[in-house]
Each structure stands twice: as C-alpha cells, then as structure tokens.
C-alpha cells in the first residue's frame, strides 16, 4: 500500500512567485490536512480538507489556499512568495476529519525561496 | 492557549545508552497525545499513542508514559543506535479536527558512535 505521496520533494521560488504543492492520501482516507514547518519548529496547521470541502484554517495570510479533488488528493498554492515561507511543507492524511483516527503524514516537500 | 513544551530541546548520547524525552502539556480537552520521529528533511512518523486511560505503550525499544493528571508524558529509549538520530515530536491532540492537534518544538536526539 503506497502511503500519503507527496511532490515534489524539493523546490526552489524566487521572491513574488508562485507555487503548487500536491499531495495524495492513504488509498480510503478521505481527509487531507497541510502543515508548515520552519526549521526547528514544529509543524503549524495550514488547513484541513474532508470530502471536498475545506474543514479548518489556520492562522496563515489569504496567499495560502488549497483545494481537494474529487479523488481526494490535494493541492496547497502560495501566491507572492515570500523569503519566510522557506520551510518544509508536510501534508497529513486520515480516514476521517476527526483526529481519534489518525493521521499519516508524507515525507514533505522541502520549499526554498530566495 | 493549547502548549506543548518539550525537553532537552537537543540531546546527545553514546550508542547503546539510554535516554528519557520530556513532554508537558496545557491542552484542553484532551483525547490522545502521540509521540513522532522525524528524521531530518522527512515527515514524521508514528511511533505511539496513548489516550487519556492509558499510562504506558511500548513499541520496540521505544516506551511511552503519560501521567494526565499532571499532564507529562515522556519517551525512554533503551540501548540507543545510530539510526534512533533524528527529532522526537510530542503531539496532543484535544479532539475533533486536524486543527485540534498541539504539536511541541521537538527535542532533537544525536547519537554518536
């Protein structure tokens, strides 16, 4: 069984660009979750996605959006991109939206902006 | 405000030896607290989880305990080895959606040979 995939694993913007993360749950789950990880920290809660429709938000500018497909993947796109979005992007899967069952992450696409 | 404070935040030991990864917390509600390895540049990894009756979870030669009533959890890992080098990631999570999940800073653990 392939685990939650994420692409690409390495990116490099420049400052102003744009960019699109994807990622792909756990064969079943239907529930996508984007986390931000600067170095050093942990990671902090972008958004949550179930069956399509966005659950949660965290407190993150309006450049940060995402969607999720039908088949349930997902993409997180960051507009005008700043030199502090530099860190590793982790995205996170589970069967549901409710934490009791959860959550599976991928190996993180590492985002550089210079 | 939900924190999750853990401690050392880097710790270095000789192959073979013990340590023990410090997690406190101020979450609420409660409802599981996980405990991740993340090796450098990946995403973490599940290695337990213990909900609100549950003290102690083994996995391997990683012990977790978890005291709710002074909300401490910690991680013992017994006769080290190089590739146990990596970050150890408290998480509590009070409930209901991904939002719900507290994670602490890490404590990052070297191993040296």
Redesign the interface.
Same mark, same amino acid.
């Given at each position: 069984d392939a685990g939650?995939t994420?692409s690409p694993t390495h990116l490099i913007k420049t400052r102003g660009q744009h960019v699109t993360l994807r990622c792909s749950p756990i064969s079943g789950h239907k529930?996508v979750?984007w986390y931000q990880q600067v170095l050093?920290?942990?990671?902090?809660?972008i958004f949550?996605y179930?069956e399509k429709e966005e659950?949660?938000?965290?407190n993150f500018p309006d450049r940060f959006s995402a969607r999720q497909f039908p088949n349930y993947s997902s993409e997180l796109n960051v507009n005008a991109l700043l030199l502090g979005d530099s860190a590793?992007y982790?995205c996170?899967s589970?069967l549901l939206?409710?934490?009791?069952y959860?959550?599976?992450?991928?190996?993180?696409t590492?985002l550089t902006v210079v | 405000k939900n924190q999750?404070e853990q401690s050392p935040q880097s710790l270095i030991i000789l192959e073979g030896k013990n340590c023990t990864l410090q997690c406190n917390y101020t979450v609420s509600p409660f409802?599981?607290l996980?405990w991740?390895k993340q090796d450098t +540049?990946? @995403?973490?990894?599940?290695l337990t989880?213990m909900t609100f009756s549950e003290n102690t979870k083994s996995n391997g030669r990683y012990t977790a305990t978890l005291d709710a009533d002074t909300k401490q959890s910690s991680l013992h890992i017994t006769a080290s080895q190089l590739s146990d080098s990596a970050s150890y990631?408290c998480?509590v999570?009070s +409930?209901? @959606?991904?939002?719900?999940?507290t994670?602490?800073?890490?404590t990052h653990l070297i191993i040296q040979p």
């Open positions: 939650v994420q529930s979750s050093g920290q942990g990671p902090q809660f949550q179930y659950r949660g938000r965290g590793l982790l996170a589970s939206q409710g934490s009791d959860g959550y599976t992450f991928g190996s993180g590492r | 999750v409802s599981n996980r991740y +540049g990946r @995403g973490p990894v599940s989880i990631i998480v999570n +409930g209901g @959606g991904a939002d719900g999940l994670f602490g800073k890490g």
